[in-house]
């Protein structure tokens, strides 16, 4: 991974947390009463619900695209390069598959939201691993 991907990185991740602070501290300090309070939380939750699931939808069609790829490229690999390629397959695999039980399950309504970020993490870095091998 380069470096100005790892910055943009954490630009990303400082904005999204700078912006749910941001409006953290304007729903608790707004004139509202309660009720409307909660409701505007929901919302606010409801929509960062959405945002994950989309990005776990992205992570997993990205993911099944470069396990097909990275499955046809392993059987071309020497033993050395493959047993690592076929770790971060493995993975990938898994991560893959997890994701599809997590999107199933927030379709349901049978999932949370710590399910979802620990799906969305691990479904990143097993693309992360498997572009490191077969992504050129």
């Known amino acids: 991974m380069s470096k100005d991907s790892d910055k943009g990185k954490k630009i990303a991740i400082g904005a999204a ?3 749910a602070a941001g409006f953290v501290a304007g729903i608790l300090l707004a004139p509202k009463s309660g009720k409307e309070t ?13 945002a994950a699931h989309k990005q776990l939808n992205a992570a997993h069609a990205e993911l099944s695209r470069l396990v097909e790829k990275a499955e046809a490229q392993a059987a071309k690999m020497g033993s050395a ?16 598959d997890h994701a599809a039980a997590v999107i199933a ?3 349901s309504g049978n999932s949370n ?12 870095h097993a693309l992360d691993s498997l572009k490191k091998y ?3």
Request: charged fraction near 35%; hydrophobic fraction near 40%.
């Open 17 to 19: 947390v700078g912006a």
């Open 38 to 50: 909660r409701a505007d939380l929901k919302n606010g939750a409801t929509k960062a619900a959405k």
């Open 81 to 96: 390069a493959k047993q690592g390629a076929t770790e971060a397959l493995s993975n990938a695999k898994k991560a893959r």
């Open 105 to 107: 399950a927030v379709k």
């Open 113 to 124: 939201d710590e399910d979802l970020d620990m799906a969305v993490k691990n479904a990143q």
């Open 134 to 136: 077969f992504s050129k």
